[in-house]
Each structure stands twice: as C-alpha cells, then as structure tokens.
C-alpha cells in the first residue's frame, strides 16, 4: 500500500501492507513532550501484541542535526526513491514556525514521521511516511491520532492518495474537492471539521470553520 505526499503537502505515500490501511507517511514539529500511544484507541489486527510507542512532537529549529537528517532521510527514501518520484521535497514549510514534526524512533532511528502545518484556520497534515521495515505496525495511525491532538478547535485538511480515502474517513475526514492528478497519482482534498462545544457547556457539534 502507498500513502501520499506532495508538493502541496498532500497526505504522503509509501508501500505498505497493513491489514487496515494503517501504514501512510506525515510530519509534523517537536517538542520536548512525548506521548505513549493508547492501543484502546488503534484497531489493531487480533493476536497482535501491541507495545508502547513514543510519539516525539517538535519544531525543526528545536531538533538537533542528527533527527532532523534522519526525519528527512526518511522522507527522501519512501517519496524520492521508493516511489520514483523526483520532486523538490525540501519546499521550505519545515521552516516555518508553526510547522511541527512528528515522528518515532526504533533503536535510535526514525521510523515513522508526519508533518503538521500551521495555517491558521486549519491545520494541515501531510508529509506521513513509515519506513519499509517498519510497516504493518500502526505506527502511521498512532502518528495521526497525536497530530489531530494539534489541531485544538481547528479544522484539519490533507490531500490524500484516492485509493486512501477511505483509511481517512476513519479519523473523520471527508472528502472536500474534487479529485486531481499530482506526480501522475490521483489524489482528493479532505477535512476534518473542527468539533465545537455550544456557549453553556452543551453537547459538542461538528462545523466548519474555514474552507481551503
């Protein structure tokens, strides 16, 4: 299975082969915070034994030399070489100061990496990438369920791989636009609408709140 990336930091893509569609490709920012994945809340394939995971959330210009090189060693391996696909993946948004980079490291390398910009209204995700010998494992699931955690009462938009859509109308995207071919691959804008609560502490509901 593939996820989806783009220039327009759409959703990521890689090979995988995951009973659910678990395994897509993101980044996002670090910061000194870690969060151990709850597996009450990733559906996970029966029998499988599921073990802690550290999801790490920073900043680029908070991450050392090393991470970061491996963060985007990983980006360049599945989207450039993996996927045959050349392509200025260095765009210049791991710089902004609203960007924040997920990712989970195994025996001191990054295996998984998701990318979370900051604009404004909505935050977009994109940039979710597991690497080969780490798939099958929901990482890229516990990736997304931390990086929706950022979006507070936002919206949250991605471009997906069409053949995905399905894996993130999951986390409650829908799909918001019509289908377009980027690096010869089919891919639909999505949002996630913001969940609000109503002035007196009623129940939560569901609106938008910006459109892309």
């Not at 499988?48 to 980006?75: E, F, M, Q, W």
């Not at 490291?105 to 998984?112: F, K, L």
């Not at 891919?187 to 609560?197: D, L």
Request: hydrophobic share 40%; glycine share 8%.
């Amino acid at each position: 299975m593939v996820a989806s990336r783009g220039a327009t930091d759409s959703a990521a893509a890689s090979p995988l082969a995951d009973d659910d569609e678990d395994e897509l490709h993101a980044t996002v920012v670090v910061t000194t915070s870690t969060v151990t994945a709850n597996s009450r809340n990733t559906r996970m394939p029966r029998n499988r034994i599921v073990s802690p995971v550290d999801i790490r959330d920073a900043a680029a210009a908070d991450l050392d030399a090393t991470t970061l090189y491996k963060i985007l060693k990983l980006r360049v391996d599945v989207f450039v070489v993996e996927q045959s696909c050349a392509y200025p993946e260095l765009d210049g948004r791991d710089l902004e100061p609203g960007t924040r980079q997920l990712w989970i490291e195994r025996s001191g390398d990054v295996v998984a990496t998701l990318r979370a910009l900051d604009e404004g209204a909505a935050l977009r995700i994109g940039r979710v990438a597991t690497a080969a010998n780490a798939r099958s494992a929901g990482l890229a699931r516990r990736l997304m369920q931390r990086a929706l955690t950022l979006a507070g009462d936002r919206d949250v938009v991605l471009d997906a791989q069409s053949y995905l859509a399905r894996w993130y109308e999951g986390f409650g995207f829908v799909q918001d636009g019509d289908e377009f071919v980027e690096d010869g691959i089919a891919h639909v804008p999505m949002r996630r609408r913001a969940t609000r609560r109503e002035a007196g502490g009623g129940a939560p509901t569901s609106r938008p709140l910006s459109r892309a």
